[in-house]
Nanobody, 115 residues
Framework: QVQLVESGGGLAKPGGSLRLSCVASGTTPSEGIMGWYRQAPGKQREWVALINRDGSPNYADSVKDRFTISRDNIKNTVYLQMNNLEFDDTAVYYC?????????WGRGTQVTVSS
């Protein structure tokens, strides 16, 4: 059974930083695409960043140059370093893993950007 568990959310001020982590279990660490989505109140879930098996990343335009995604294929963990946070980054962030076109989701971690 595949499980994804996020951690690292919390409260940050505009311009601040947070680092999210997501540990996967029940899967081969190096397989599949891993990444992050987010959902703000009243909005649809949106893609934030994805990282392929080979470590090559892709970012939504809204977070490019501010967020960095990485993965540790030994620890079966994906990270999201979020810098220069903005009010619009406030959302529940969901870990995502795709294995053979099947998606898996974590339960989410809240990120709130407030002054």
């Amino acid at each position: 059974q595949v499980q994804l568990v996020e951690s690292g959310g919390g409260l940050a001020k505009p311009g601040g930083s947070l680092r999210l982590s997501c540990v996967a279990s029940g899967t081969t660490p190096s397989e599949g695409i891993m990444g992050w989505y987010r959902q703000a109140p009243g909005k649809q879930r949106e893609w934030v960043a994805l990282i392929n098996r080979d470590g090559s990343p892709n970012y939504a335009d809204s977070v490019k140059d501010r967020f960095t995604i990485s993965r540790d294929n030994i620890k079966n963990t994906v990270y999201l370093q979020m810098n220069n946070l903005e009010f619009d980054d406030t959302a529940v962030y969901y870990c995502y893993k795709e294995i053979w076109a099947r998606p898996y989701w974590g339960r989410g971690t809240q990120v709130t950007v407030s002054s």
